[in-house]
């Protein structure tokens, strides 16, 4: 027989998986849109808005949960990650905002070059993939794969910055979107990587410390 | 009153019966040292091979589904289940160094050094005074009506009753509320300066206000008792508890600390209790 917890616990789920998808959908037309030059603020706007919300749901239900059923252990574990999993869902919805937001106050970027956003991004992308993934099938060793590849996007946004701030005759407006774009796909990869720790407490209790 | 019995008085009030002036301001200390304890009720083996310490000023708390052993092993700490039928056991049960299943130990002598408070208030159909001064009277521990005044008004002093019962201390007991009677049955406990206070679901009956001030009394206690407690709330047990033994099936599974046992227990076994799971 199911226990009247574990109701609440797999709305919780549901609401996190409902927020990964948007998330994944809201970061890559993000970067669709500067590659591409489309404008999307509005959709995206819309669909950030609605990841903050379900953030909302999350730690209303998660309350809930804790007052009607003072969880421990596993549950009491979900419960605190399911919280910090929602903040990072809705952090992802804010950046990939602020990604087309660049659009917005930089104008027509047609002339910059993309390739370091454009190889940097599917790095991003697949650490988000991931870290829902290992989220969804509470799977630790995908999680910690996550973790690994943080240091990458660590390093592409530190090259822009140099090179923003050193290179010879860059287009300022290509060198301040690019550095933006950057920073926001290394703070989203940040984000996956709590994921990560989020699954890896889930699962095995473990606290990993926060960079 | 004569001023002479007055300064009596006075010198009796004012010092603290109930804490033996040894420079330490606590006192007890004394702790259980279990040791390949195993109990059974004719066949049926109820607790297996225990070892366990249950260390001073500390609460020690037993956690388990019913039938797990762990009031058996709470009634072994004071002898309560000598007379149980088919009650025998194997192993030692060592308070200070001294085996208490020893024949030179006197079972109604232990009772005052080990004290128990039962799941249900069991006040006796009597005064409230004479409820706390019952123990001191049987076993004499006082030397004039003065000193018994004052273990009485120290005992629902540290039990918590004192402000609520002083102006009608020979009314009946039964008169209290359910929570009152609880904390009553402590302050009897407590007067026969035990060493150790054992609690069997002391707050099972009780309503929140009254468990919390139990629970409160019981974390006021440890500073100068050894406290066990018997207990199916984990949140009480998370609550008050500095050691929580899980057993099952006359097992210790997991000995542990709160709230770590709670959030991260390191035995499935405990896991499933704990989450709800075994049934």
């Known amino acids: ?211 | 009153m004569s001023g002479n019995q007055e300064l009596a008085q006075e010198d009796v009030a004012t010092q603290d019966l109930m804490t033996p002036n040894d420079g330490t301001g606590t006192r007890g200390g004394s702790g259980f040292s279990i040791r390949d304890l195993n109990v059974f009720y004719r066949n049926l083996h109820v607790l297996k091979g225990i070892s366990l310490e249950v260390e001073p000023h500390k609460i020690t708390v037993f956690m388990g589904p019913s039938g797990c052993g762990k009031s058996t092993l709470v009634r072994v700490l004071n002898r309560m289940n000598d007379h149980v039928e088919g009650f025998r056991h194997t192993g030692q049960v060592l308070l200070d160094g001294k085996n208490i299943y020893d024949s030179d130990v006197d079972p109604v002598l232990l009772k005052t050094k080990v004290g128990m408070v039962f799941q249900k208030p069991n006040p006796f159909p009597i005064s409230i005074y004479d409820n706390v001064s019952f123990g001191p009277k049987i076993h004499k521990t006082f030397k004039s009506k003065d000193a018994l005044d004052v273990i009485v008004q120290q005992s629902l002093e540290k039990a918590g009753l004192w402000d609520e019962v002083k102006d009608r201390l020979k009314t009946s007991a039964m008169r209290l509320s359910g929570g009152q009677q609880q904390r009553l049955c402590i302050a009897r406990a407590i007067a026969t300066l035990p060493e150790v206070i054992l609690f069997d679901e002391p707050a099972s009956a009780l309503d929140p206000g009254s468990t919390a001030k139990v629970e409160e009394l019981m974390v006021a206690l440890k500073k100068n008792y050894t406290v066990v407690l018997v207990t199916h709330n984990m949140q009480q047990a998370a609550r008050v508890a500095n050691k929580v033994v899980f057993l099952y099936k006359g097992d210790i599974v997991e000995i542990g600390e709160p709230p770590a046992m709670f959030e991260n227990p390191k035995n499935p076994l405990t896991e499933k209790y704990i989450s709800g799971h075994l049934t």
């Open chain 1, 1 to 211: 027989m199911a226990r009247l917890i574990d109701i609440g616990l797999e709305r919780v789920s549901d609401i996190l998986m409902d927020m990964a998808n948007l998330s994944e959908k809201s970061v890559s037309a993000a970067i669709e849109s500067y590659m591409t030059g489309k404008p999307r603020i509005e959709e995206i706007r819309s669909w950030s808005e609605e990841i903050r919300q379900l953030q909302d749901d999350v730690s209303e239900l998660c309350v809930d949960i804790i007052a009607r059923y003072q969880p421990v252990a596993t549950d009491l574990r979900f419960v605190k990650a399911a919280m910090d999993i929602a903040y990072g869902f809705s952090r992802f919805g804010r950046y990939a905002f602020d990604i087309v937001d660049v659009l917005e106050l930089c104008g027509d970027l047609t002339n910059c070059e993309k390739g370091i956003v454009e190889l940097t991004s599917k790095t991003t992308r697949e650490m988000l993939k991931m870290s829902v993934d290992a989220f969804a099938n509470r799977d630790v060793e995908l999680a910690k794969n996550v973790q690994k590849m943080d240091d990458f996007v660590d390093d592409k946004f530190r090259e822009a910055i140099d090179r923003a701030v050193h290179g010879k005759g860059e287009d300022v407006k290509c060198a301040v979107s690019e550095s933006l774009i950057l920073r926001y796909l290394e703070r989203i990869s940040d984000h996956s990587s709590y994921i990560g720790d989020s699954v890896l407490y889930i699962v095995t209790g473990e606290r990993a410390p926060r960079k």
